[in-house]
């Protein structure tokens, strides 16, 4: 349930902006989420030190 929180508050946020009638916003966040996403399962594996 831990892992799912932040995904249901960005959610939220996405759906209350845009009821306010800001959906450019709320597509900028939505995309800056799923950029960020994409970046943690793409990045390079940081290399441990010996």
């Given at each position: ?38 970046w ?11």
């Open positions: 349930m831990r892992g799912l929180l932040p995904w249901l508050a960005v959610l939220a946020l996405v759906v209350v902006l845009s009821e306010l009638r800001l959906r450019p916003l709320a597509a900028a966040v939505s995309l800056a989420w799923l950029a960020w996403c994409v943690t399962w793409i990045r390079p594996t940081r290399r441990t030190p010996r």
